[in-house]
């Protein structure tokens, strides 16, 4: 673990954290942002009272609040425990909490100086989630206001460092410089791209993943429907009889996600949502099947309500994806569309507050 990106750089984040109360922490995926940098403000002394790191995804919350307890040698609930919707699991002890971003604007409404918190990490922040952007917003305020003391933290692989370092100013950058693997990104002929994504991927693993010496294979696709109907064919390809197929997203009762993150001596072939693009480091992947499909919030004019589109991911997710191949050794990411159209996809996807009534 000494070897990860984030305690490479501890130094610095703990110098920059106490010269100053605004810090962006960028580095790749897997370089143990999520897990490394609330312990390292604990056990420093940065934080006298709660650390609040803000998740995107309850299953992340959940599943990083067992992690860091487990590292620290203590049960969830204890030092560390996690807070999402209908679910609480802190104690009066928690010292670290994981919770989802609409939690804290909660409880800004009954604690409007967030008293007994001494650090926010706002994790995953390139998503730009509207809960997100106004936490951040409220929190920059108080700073400026009644709690100069509060120590603000946003993190992510991939950000736009330059403007939102223009934002938080004045702020202190690290940029923790990763060993991530080499991986091999390969796309699908015009042919295969143009069949239903979970036939795509079917013949897409059929045809990889035996060839690969080892490792687990992630299959990314944009929600539960198409998910199911992956892991149908994959099941149904003889190819593939080797490998046990698991679902992943944030609607499957707890212990089937467990099941799917937890470590198997059998080959498995995860398929799930943008669930397991950030946050989540699933150990042993070596090959991903990118869909290059997500559901993204939008305002849906003609309704008059927000919904969820099938969209095409940007260059910044499919990055994300990708990387999820690298963590532990060098890896195949197989992109199920043309290399043509790569070209054409935006650069990121816009925050939420831009596409949200």
């Known amino acids: 673990m000494a070897d990860l990106p984030i305690l490479q750089n501890s130094g610095r984040i703990v110098e920059a954290a106490r010269k100053h109360r605004r810090l962006i922490i960028s580095s790749p995926p897997g370089s143990g942002k999520s897990t490394q940098v609330p312990q390292l403000l604990l056990d420093n002394g940065l934080a006298k009272g709660k650390i609040a790191v803000l998740e995107p995804r309850r299953l992340a919350a959940r599943m990083l609040a067992r992690r860091v307890a487990q590292e620290r040698k203590s049960a969830v609930g204890a030092e560390v425990g996690y807070r999402v919707r209908f679910e609480d699991k802190t104690g009066k002890n928690t010292r670290i909490i994981f919770e989802t971003e609409g939690i804290l604007l909660r409880e800004l409404v009954s604690d409007r100086e967030l008293s ?190 927000n919904t969820l589109f099938t969209e095409k991911t940007a260059l910044s997710s499919c990055e994300q994806r990708a990387g999820r191949a690298g963590r532990t050794a060098p890896g195949i990411c197989v992109r199920l569309w043309t290399e043509r159209e790569q070209r054409e996809r935006p650069l990121s996807l816009e925050p939420e507050m831009l596409r949200l009534d």
């Open 116 to 305: 007994a918190y001494s650090a926010i990490i706002l994790d995953e922040f390139h998503e730009r989630h509207l809960h997100c952007d106004l936490a951040l917003a409220c929190c920059l305020a108080l700073q400026r206001g009644k709690r100069p003391d509060l120590l603000v933290v946003a993190m992510s692989a991939t950000l736009d460092e330059k403007a939102l370092q223009s934002y938080m100013a004045p702020c202190e950058l690290i940029t923790a410089h990763g060993r991530v693997h080499p991986v091999s990104i390969s796309y699908c002929d015009a042919q295969t791209a143009k069949l239903p994504p979970w036939e795509a991927a079917a013949k897409i693993c059929g045809a990889a993943l035996p060839q690969l010496p080892g490792g687990h294979a992630l299959v990314f696709m944009p929600g539960a429907y198409e998910i199911n109907r992956t892991a149908a064919a994959l099941e149904k390809n003889h190819a593939l009889s080797d490998f046990s197929v698991c679902m992943l997203y944030g609607e499957l009762p707890p212990e089937r996600q467990d099941a799917a993150l937890a470590a198997s001596k059998k080959r498995k072939i995860i398929v799930a949502t943008n669930i397991a693009e950030t946050s989540l480091t699933i150990d042993g992947v070596t090959a991903v099947v990118d869909s290059g499909l997500a559901k993204i919030a939008r305002y849906d004019g003609a309704r008059a309500i």
